[in-house]
């Protein structure tokens, strides 16, 4: 945990230096919600979402103030075909989609992320990763909580993945599934 910590730049209490590909995006899971136990499940993946909140701002804000400056004409017109180009437009119904597989119906996605389960945090979590567009995936403890059957979906999603994955697990059943185990002592 404290090493995905360290990847994902929560952590810097280290002496060394972390060094990614130069545009290399990172998406991670969270082992505790407290702090956003108040958001909706929709907005929670939403605001974890890399570059999301960044462009959804931009398209939110921008055509209130930047009447004829061209910079920010420029920075508005950049900001739509990104969020074109990522699929942001649709995203919101692809997660509801998601996590209707999780059997999480819409009006769980749409209610505290608090009101859920051990599991379908862990299962929201997954939906996070599934949209985040990302080239790597830090992956912490992901069947804390689950019984067999989410464990099976969760490796069966796991191996559906085409994405890089760190994950941090004693699951047996997960190394079982993965190419490489590093062991850290």
């Known amino acids: 945990s404290t090493l995905l910590s360290i990847l994902e730049g929560t952590d810097t209490d280290y002496s060394g230096n972390i060094q990614f590909k130069k545009g290399l995006v990172v998406a991670s899971t969270r ?6 136990a108040h958001m909706s499940v929709i907005e929670y993946v939403l605001s974890d979402i890399p570059g999301y909140a960044d ?3 931009i398209l939110d804000t921008y055509p209130d103030h930047m009447g004829d400056n061209m910079k920010k004409i420029n920075v508005y017109s ?8 990522k699929g942001f ?3 919101e119904d692809e997660i509801i989609r998601t996590l209707a597989g999780y059997q999480l119906d819409e009006e769980k996605v749409r209610g505290p992320l608090g009101n859920l389960s051990g599991g379908q945090k862990r299962f929201v979590e ?4 599934t949209h985040s567009n990302a080239d790597l995936l830090l992956i912490d403890e992901p069947t804390n909580h689950m019984d067999a059957e989410a464990k099976e979906q969760f490796i069966s999603w796991m191996k559906s993945q ?3 994955m760190l994950i941090v697990t004693h699951d047996r059943d997960v190394l079982d599934q ?3 185990i590093l062991e850290l002592r």
């Open 78 to 85: 950049e900001a739509l075909l990104q969020f074109s180009d």
């Open 31 to 36: 082992q505790e919600h407290h702090h956003v």
């Open 162 to 164: 085409k994405t890089a």
């Open 126 to 129: 997954l939906a996070k990763l």
């Open 89 to 91: 437009y649709t995203v």
């Open 178 to 180: 993965v190419d490489r």
């Open 55 to 57: 462009l959804k701002h």
